[in-house]
């Protein structure tokens, strides 16, 4: 028997990152189908109990798994050692919003079906260029924006022959969009500032979100409601509730796993890509009433998003050809790229920072150039 060749290494780790890939776009949509069912077969009435139950469920996993030392932030010295006073802070900010994107997730879910819930969410994209292009001037390059304009055409069209519209579907649906675009600016601002790591930000966000969403249970009267609720005690609803509220924390993982074993660009498109199979299954699996013009709203949809990706993953490989996938799943920081939040490796950015060096150009003032330019 021979030793193994580095070709046989190359194939293992296509296959495990393949796999990782499929693990996570398919918890992903299996999540969306989780809560749906929650709120569809179930009658639950109740977004931000759900909410609430799910921060508290990932707050517990976190600690837990940092117990075991199955995760850890980075530094090593475990969440209660790299406590940051200040980073806590300031991620209260982006928990508020963050707060709001998960309840108004919920609530478009419970009132409008899953492809028209996948549509509607795509408008988190033009919804960044808007941002970016109000606080920052950043325009997009025209491909890009001819994807988005196909989408938003995708998403009127699909609007207009929905069969079962419900206004006040949409508009919380375009508000959870509206949102989940503002979350996206602000993590990736305070994640390139602050360096966190995608667990302890998940913390962060958890303890802040918990208290905010419990107290919007109180708020709207869900409190009362639940008590009322007839399947409360039932087997089947209470297992239905608990994989809802592990889903979460579940999702997190997988996308650490893929970033891992591939490239943060391929979970970034796959976690694109994955609406369009997401929208193809909602549209069997809760018998959906859909005219042709709904649907031909949806291909189109479908369509613009994935020429949204296509053009980001070719762009992103034109500009770097050889991305490194991260060491060690807790290697891994929040990073924004574009309209989506992803994961880079720290030892990667940190070695950006440590490879370049001061150079003395010939008029004399300090300079800093890349150190492998310089030795070319």
Not at 126 to 138: C, L, Q, R, S, T
Request: hydrophobic content about 45%; charged content about 15%; aromatic content about 10%.
């Amino acid at each position: 028997m021979g030793l193994p060749t580095h070709r046989d290494s190359d194939a293992r780790r296509r296959r495990k990152g393949a796999s990782a890939s499929l693990f996570y776009g398919s918890t992903s949509i299996a999540t969306v189908f989780l809560n749906k069912s929650i709120f569809a077969t179930w009658k639950f009435k109740f977004p931000a109990t759900l909410v609430t139950a799910q921060t508290i469920f990932t707050v517990f996993a976190i600690v837990a798994l940092e117990h075991v030392g199955a995760i850890s932030p980075r530094g090593g010295k475990g969440f209660r050692g790299n406590f940051n006073a200040k980073a806590f802070k300031r991620v209260g900010v982006v928990s508020a919003v963050f707060q709001m994107k998960l309840v108004l997730d919920m609530k478009a879910l419970s009132m409008i079906n899953i492809p028209m819930y996948g549509v509607l969410k795509s408008a988190t994209t033009p919804f960044v260029m808007a941002i970016d292009w109000v606080m920052m001037g950043k325009v997009a390059p025209a491909r890009v924006q001819a994807a988005v304009w196909l989408t938003t055409l995708g998403g009127v069209c699909a609007g207009t022959g929905d069969l079962e519209f419900n206004f006040l579907g949409y508009l919380v649906a375009l508000c959870s969009a509206l949102c989940t675009a503002m979350y996206v600016v602000l993590v990736g601002k305070i994640g390139d500032e602050l360096q966190l790591d995608s667990f302890t930000l998940l913390l962060y966000n958890s303890l802040w979100s918990a208290p905010l969403s419990l107290a919007i249970c109180f708020v709207f009267g869900e409190h009362r409601g639940l008590l009322d609720y007839p399947y409360l005690g039932h087997f089947g609803f209470l297992i239905a509730f608990l994989c809802s509220c592990s889903s979460a924390f579940i999702l997190n993982y997988a996308t650490y796993l893929c970033t891992q074993l591939n490239e943060a660009l391929t979970t970034s498109v796959v976690g694109r890509t994955k609406g369009i199979v997401q929208g193809v299954f909602g549209l069997f699996a809760f018998h959906v009433r859909a005219s042709a013009t709904n649907v031909a709203g949806i291909i189109l949809n479908s369509a613009g998003v994935a020429w949204y990706a296509y053009e980001k993953y070719t762009g992103a490989k034109r500009s770097s050809p050889r991305a490194i996938a991260p060491a060690t799943l807790n290697a891994c920081v929040i990073h924004r790229e574009d309209s989506q939040l992803t994961l880079e490796s720290s030892a990667r950015s940190e070695g950006a920072v440590a490879n370049e060096r001061p150079v003395v150009p010939t008029n004399g003032r300090m300079a800093l150039k890349n150190s492998h330019q310089h030795a070319h």
